[in-house]
């Protein structure tokens, strides 16, 4: 039944410049009917305020990282909204302003994957042959180390910083964008618009940006969406065995990670922490879900 | 009436989707009796597929729903009957030709699983028995039988086309509907395919119900033909009435847009137009916006269906008034 | 189906040897002199230069690493800067511990994921639908060393009925299992309703149903055995995700594998020990795809007759 709708997407993608503008629209249109992408976006805004303007909620040498002997902890209260941690430090003021370090970190490290994860992908399927095996056989054998492990693995070896972090987490997701980009790269190839471009003395790289790129870029998106959920999950995981952020920078996995000599009286300090994770990662899922029905609903059920 | 095999009563089915309520098959009938071969004719979209899918009850629930009518096959309700009793009647009594048979086959079974399987269901044979039945289904359709532990893959479009029929014709069904049986296939194929289905039509004594939008094909098969269109029958005749005397402007139009060798035309006379869209039909008769022969009442009136004589129906405005006026006199 | 299975058998060494490629270069990497590592700070400076020398931290990176290979073909890992042990003997005591968690894991993944998906996918938009939906979201948001914790508050703090860790009989397990499965099993959950719900509206299904077929061996022989074949591929890429996974639930338990000797290695510049753990990891990964894909053969004909 959708059929219809499918074609004249695929027609607007074929046919450039003005109506491209059209397709985004239709593509948020889409995007607005669907609440609980609606849900995520809504979310991820109001994260994404805490996070720039967590300055000004709370300071973050008075307040995030001062200890505080006194108040150490304490439970949710009028002072403390989610209460404080064994340093007396208040969880709240430490949750935004470890959102930056999250959101940061993730869209950073999958930019870095982007980056170099789509031009190796590009790169093996627009040139093929010998070209695109070595690219795909070496990404084959970084598919091979389960990533979690290969980011541990490159802060291991080039120390804790949180630029080592988003580096490793970044080149621990590049096999992943090199795939996809090189698929929808393959898709795009041979449709008769590049021919056409070709056909009148496009040079490769203008073709590459001005045709396949501009095509590739949807699964990027839905991708890069998700991404950004994985890196951040990676991040709380190193920071959680002690290889992320260094102290005392507050970091979701790092905070409830300190937390666990304390999960017996001030459980507090190990469940907020995680409830940020959940919620910051159920957005940017719900959002890359709504993203992936929006610009290709053909998948749509 | 009483040895009509199957009838169709005031059929109505609607797909409720997102962008509206498609009524794809609005206020149907068709009889046909045993033995005998009906053509069901239409464009794309007309209902056709619709209304076979309605027989077996395999409309897919949501987005389709039978809104409405009787199907009585041998003397029974279908759409009364309860599931249990209609998977008995599925593959057995009725079955089904699909239009396409690269997808219409398991592609992780291999065909001889596939024919023994409805053999095992109706006909109560074991495992084995059921497969030695299929094997022989295979060399019927024309396929050595040692390819039974072939997959579909394996075979060409015209190779599982009959490996489809032999699937529906395993049962020995009193029915059989085939929707398309030959689109999907090379034009050489198509005969092969048509000869088969044909002869093993005649050797089983089966009524058929014989899908298609290809004129030809009907000439060549068919006893009866029903015209469908925008999801009703607009004319019902014998093969030789329709072809020698057609009524309704659409059928007429349907012959127009065929090259005929006996006759010298000058230019193929198309159907001006597109099929009306289906979420929303024109008032009145449905096919006037592009009737050539339409008049200020086809807007308005819904035509229903007359004997023009013999038996031969048409649902047109056109003929209504003439027999409503010879009425007057 | 022989040569298939030939194939992707020697496939997997050149995988290995790069796997062995990569990490050795991003662990020479590593900071700090690794013969003061061994022989602490105060070391003498003659002591330090001849177990240099007798290292071969003199030569080049690629003499270096061309030794290490040639010693891990047989088996051997070179020894642990803190315990002096060889490391292969001590990742591959560890090692069943890590393999019990990641299997328990995966087949509470396996029993959640698919039963749910395919009741999921046969009642669309059903209450049951929508609820497993929902469930199986949170559980691909939820990280699974936080989901730990709370299992511990939950069952190990508040109502005492299972151990919090370590690694001492089946309780022990449990809380480690749902852990470390939760997540993979809302990815297989989400996997296998999307692949059904595709199945389902395939033109054979309808022939199935035509052949009165009843409903349920429609969908559990027809439909299932089609909608299999991706969820396998996907089962296979999450058994890396679990082994990854393995590594902080471990954490989080006390659970005496591989993942725990690891993140320690790591903390004391133990670059041995970290290299044989990530490449014991990996391996064992390549070794369940290799698995995976011809149980991939094995169920699809298209692929298995390309091969014969």
């Known amino acids: 039944m959708n059929s219809d709708v499918a074609t004249k997407n695929n027609a607007s993608t074929k046919t450039k410049s003005k109506k491209k503008r059209s397709q985004w629209s239709e593509v948020w249109r889409r995007l607005k009917q669907n609440k609980m992408a609606m849900a995520g976006l809504v979310i991820l805004t109001i994260l994404v305020l805490l996070a720039v303007f967590a300055d000004v909620i709370a300071d973050y040498d008075e307040v995030a990282i001062k200890q505080n002997a006194a108040v150490r902890l304490q439970g949710p209260s009028k002072d403390h909204w989610l209460g404080t941690d064994n340093l007396g430090r208040d969880i709240f003021a430490r949750m935004i302003h470890g959102a930056r370090i999250s959101l940061m970190v993730g869209i950073v490290a999958v930019s870095i994957a982007i980056l170099i994860g789509g031009t190796l992908g590009a790169i093996a399927g627009f040139y093929g042959g010998k070209v695109d095996n070595i690219?795909?056989?070496?990404?084959?054998?970084?598919?091979?180390?389960?990533?979690?492990?290969?980011?541990?693995?490159?802060?291991?070896?080039l120390g804790q910083n949180l630029f080592n972090l988003m580096l490793a987490i970044g080149v621990s997701s590049i096999p992943g964008f090199a795939r996809i980009v090189r698929a929808s790269v393959l898709?795009?190839?041979?449709?008769?618009?590049?021919?056409?471009?070709?056909?009148?003395?496009?040079?490769?790289?203008?073709?590459?940006?001005?045709?396949?790129?501009?095509?590739?870029?949807?699964?990027?998106?839905?991708?890069?969406?998700?991404?950004?959920?994985?890196?951040?999950?990676?991040?709380?995981?190193?920071?959680?065995i002690g290889l992320g952020v260094p102290k005392p920078r507050p970091e979701w996995g790092a905070m409830l990670s300190d937390g666990r000599q304390f999960l017996r009286n001030a459980s507090h300090i190990t469940t907020f922490p995680g409830l940020a994770i959940v919620i910051t990662i159920l957005a940017l899922n719900l959002l890359g879900d709504g993203l992936r029905d929006a610009l290709d609903p053909r998948l749509k059920q | 009436m009483d040895n009509n095999i199957l009838d169709i009563k005031d059929l109505k089915v609607n797909y409720i989707t997102d962008e509206g309520t498609?009524?794809?098959?609005?206020?149907?009938?068709?009889?046909?009796?045993?033995?005998?071969?009906?053509?069901?004719?239409?464009?794309?979209?007309?209902?056709?597929?619709?209304?076979?899918?309605?027989?077996?009850?395999?409309?897919?629930?949501?987005?389709?729903?039978?809104?409405?009518?009787?199907?009585?096959?041998?003397?029974?309700?279908?759409?009364?009957?309860?599931?249990?009793?209609?998977?008995?009647?599925?593959?057995?009594?009725?079955?089904?030709?699909?239009?396409?048979?690269?997808?219409?086959?398991?592609?992780?079974?291999?065909?001889?699983?596939?024919?023994?399987?409805?053999?095992?269901?109706?006909?109560?044979?074991?495992?084995?028995?059921?497969?030695?039945?299929?094997?022989?289904?295979?060399?019927l359709v024309g396929i050595p039988k040692e390819r039974s532990v072939d997959f579909p893959h394996q075979f060409s479009g015209g190779m599982k086309q009959?490996?489809?029929?032999?699937?529906?014709?395993?049962?020995?069904?009193?029915?059989?509907?085939?929707?398309?049986?030959?689109?999907?296939?090379?034009?050489?194929?198509?005969?092969?395919?048509?000869?088969?289905?044909?002869?093993?039509?005649?050797?089983?004594?089966?009524?058929?119900?014989?899908?298609?939008?290809?004129?030809?094909?009907?000439?060549?098969?068919?006893?009866?033909?029903?015209?469908?269109?925008?999801?009703?029958?607009?004319?019902?005749?014998?093969?030789?009435?329709?072809?020698?005397?057609?009524?309704?402007?659409?059928?007429?139009?349907?012959?127009?847009?065929?090259?005929?060798?006996?006759?010298?035309?000058?230019?193929?006379?198309?159907?001006?137009g597109l099929m009306p869209d289906p979420t929303n039909l024109p008032k009145g008769c449905t096919f006037h916006p592009r009737c050539p022969e339409a008049k200020e009442t086809c807007k308005k009136r819904e035509p229903v269906s007359?004997?023009?004589?013999?038996?031969?129906?048409?649902?047109?405005?056109?003929?209504?008034?003439?027999?409503?006026?010879?009425?007057?006199k | 189906m022989h040569k298939y299975i030939l194939r992707r058998i020697l496939l997997l060494i050149p995988v290995t040897i790069g796997v062995t490629f990569i990490v050795y270069s991003i662990m020479y990497f590593t900071p700090g002199d690794p013969a003061m590592i061994m022989l602490g700070e105060?070391?003498?400076?003659?002591?330090?230069?001849?177990?240099?020398?007798?290292?071969?931290?003199?030569?080049?990176?690629?003499?270096?690493?061309?030794?290490?290979?040639?010693?891990?073909?047989?088996?051997?890992?070179?020894?642990?800067?803190?315990?002096?042990?060889?490391?292969?003997?001590?990742?591959?005591?560890?090692?069943?511990a890590t393999l019990k968690l990641t299997v328990a894991g995966l087949a509470i993944a396996l029993v959640i994921g698919i039963p749910v998906g395919i009741i999921s996918a046969t009642k669309q938009y059903s209450l049951m639908d929508s609820v497993s939906m929902i469930l199986a979201l949170l559980g691909v948001s939820m990280p699974?060393?936080?989901?730990?914790?709370?299992?511990?508050?939950?069952?190990?703090?508040?109502?005492?009925?299972?151990?919090?860790?370590?690694?001492?009989?089946?309780?022990?397990?449990?809380?480690?299992?749902?852990?470390?499965?939760?997540?993979?099993?809302?990815?297989?959950?989400?996997?296998?309703?999307?692949?059904?719900?595709?199945?389902?509206?395939?033109?054979?299904?309808?022939?199935?149903?035509?052949?009165?077929?009843?409903?349920?061996?429609?969908?559990?022989?027809?439909?299932?055995?089609?909608?299999?074949?991706?969820?396998?591929?996907?089962?296979?890429?999450?058994?890396?995700?679990?082994?990854?996974?393995?590594?902080?639930?471990?954490?989080?338990?006390?659970?005496?594998?591989?993942?725990?000797?690891?993140?320690?290695?790591?903390?004391?510049?133990?670059?041995?020990?970290?290299?044989?753990?990530?490449?014991?990891?990996?391996?064992?990964?390549?070794?369940?795809?290799?698995?995976?894909?011809?149980?991939?053969?094995?169920?699809?004909?298209?692929?298995?007759?390309?091969?014969?």
């Open chain 1, 135 to 157: 690219i795909m056989r070496f990404m084959d054998v970084f598919l091979a180390i389960p990533s979690i492990l290969l980011a541990i693995a490159i802060v291991g070896a």
């Open chain 3, 144 to 308: 699974n060393f936080w989901l730990g914790l709370m299992l511990i508050l939950l069952f190990s703090v508040k109502l005492g009925l299972l151990p919090s860790g370590g690694d001492a009989g089946f309780s022990a397990m449990i809380l480690p299992a749902i852990t470390l499965g939760t997540g993979v099993a809302a990815i297989i959950t989400r996997m296998t309703r999307s692949s059904m719900l595709e199945v389902i509206r395939q033109d054979y299904i309808r022939t199935a149903r035509a052949k009165g077929v009843k409903e349920k061996k429609v969908i559990n022989k027809h439909a299932l055995k089609n909608a299999l074949i991706p969820i396998v591929t996907v089962v296979g890429l999450q058994f890396g995700s679990l082994l990854g996974g393995a590594v902080l639930t471990e954490n989080v338990f006390s659970w005496p594998g591989v993942g725990r000797l690891m993140v320690d290695a790591i903390k004391q510049k133990d670059t041995p020990m970290v290299l044989a753990s990530v490449i014991f990891i990996s391996v064992t990964f390549s070794i369940v795809n290799l698995v995976v894909d011809i149980l991939y053969a094995y169920l699809d004909p298209r692929i298995k007759s390309q091969y014969s």
């Open chain 2, 162 to 272: 009959r490996v489809v029929i032999a699937i529906a014709l395993s049962c020995n069904p009193l029915l059989l509907i085939a929707d398309e049986p030959t689109t999907a296939l090379d034009v050489t194929i198509q005969a092969q395919v048509l000869d088969l289905m044909n002869d093993l039509k005649e050797k089983f004594d089966t009524s058929m119900i014989l899908i298609t939008h290809d004129l030809g094909i009907v000439a060549e098969t068919c006893d009866k033909v029903a015209v469908m269109y925008a999801g009703e029958i607009i004319e019902f005749a014998t093969l030789e009435q329709l072809f020698t005397e057609p009524k309704h402007p659409y059928t007429k139009g349907l012959f127009g847009s065929i090259p005929n060798l006996e006759e010298d035309v000058d230019r193929l006379k198309p159907i001006r």
């Open chain 2, 22 to 139: 498609v009524q794809a098959v609005n206020g149907l009938n068709i009889s046909l009796k045993k033995g005998e071969s009906l053509g069901l004719v239409g464009e794309t979209g007309a209902g056709k597929t619709t209304t076979a899918l309605s027989v077996l009850r395999l409309i897919p629930n949501p987005p389709g729903k039978i809104e409405n009518g009787e199907i009585y096959f041998e003397g029974k309700n279908l759409l009364e009957a309860s599931e249990e009793e209609m998977r008995h009647i599925r593959g057995n009594k009725i079955s089904m030709i699909f239009q396409d048979p690269m997808t219409s086959l398991n592609p992780v079974m291999t065909v001889g699983e596939q024919i023994a399987e409805g053999i095992e269901i109706h006909q109560g044979l074991d495992k084995q028995k059921s497969m030695e039945k299929a094997k022989e289904m295979l060399e």
């Open chain 3, 42 to 96: 105060n070391a003498p400076e003659a002591e330090l230069i001849k177990l240099r020398e007798e290292m071969g931290l003199n030569d080049p990176f690629i003499v270096q690493y061309g030794r290490f290979l040639k010693n891990a073909v047989q088996g051997d890992f070179g020894r642990s800067y803190s315990t002096k042990k060889p490391v292969f003997d001590e990742v591959f005591s560890r090692f069943p």
């Open chain 2, 306 to 328: 007359i004997d023009t004589g013999n038996s031969h129906m048409v649902k047109c405005l056109l003929y209504e008034e003439v027999s409503q006026s010879e009425g007057a």
């Open chain 1, 187 to 240: 898709t795009v190839k041979d449709q008769e618009f590049v021919e056409a471009a070709r056909a009148i003395g496009a040079t490769d790289t203008r073709i590459i940006i001005k045709h396949i790129i501009p095509n590739a870029l949807a699964p990027v998106i839905v991708q890069g969406t998700l991404g950004v959920a994985g890196a951040i999950l990676s991040t709380a995981g190193l920071s959680f």
